[in-house]
């Protein structure tokens, strides 16, 4: 499976950019996806996750409520629509996917492919 990010780039504090992470390859699975942030030398940080049904999802405390996971099974994409983004948001963003969940997962050991990331930078 192959994971590609786009929609980021240089972005103004309170905007609402959409990322989007298309799956190509063994799409035929069903696999949980997740979004994640990284900052240079710190580990990744867990931001949101949704279900292959799109039953459950699930936030970090620090964009819920700004940040929302969605899929497009038939498409084959993954979303993050990121709402009212603060300088603090600024981070390369990866998209990833576990082959083994039913569920959601949030830590970033259990997934099994990732995305090359792509870059967010929020301006004050």
């Known amino acids: 499976l192959q994971l590609a990010e786009s929609g980021g780039g240089l972005v103004q504090a309170g905007d609402s950019p959409r990322l989007s992470c298309a799956a190509s390859?063994?799409?035929?699975?069903?696999?949980?996806m997740g979004w994640f942030r990284q900052l240079p030398g710190k580990e990744r940080e867990f931001i949101a996750a949704?279900?292959?049904?799109?039953?459950?999802?699930s936030y970090a405390d620090s964009v819920k409520g700004r940040f929302t996971i969605s899929r497009d099974n038939a498409k084959n994409t993954v979303f993050l629509q990121m709402n009212s983004l603060k300088p603090e948001d600024t981070a390369v963003y990866s998209c990833?996917?576990?082959?083994?969940?039913?569920?959601?997962?949030?830590?970033?050991?259990?997934?099994?492919?990732w995305g090359q990331g792509t870059q967010v930078t929020v301006s004050a």
């Open positions: 390859g063994r799409t035929s699975s069903r696999y949980a």
């Open positions: 949704i279900s292959w049904n799109r039953a459950l999802t």
């Open positions: 990833a996917a576990d082959r083994k969940s039913l569920g959601v997962t949030v830590s970033a050991h259990e997934y099994d492919y």
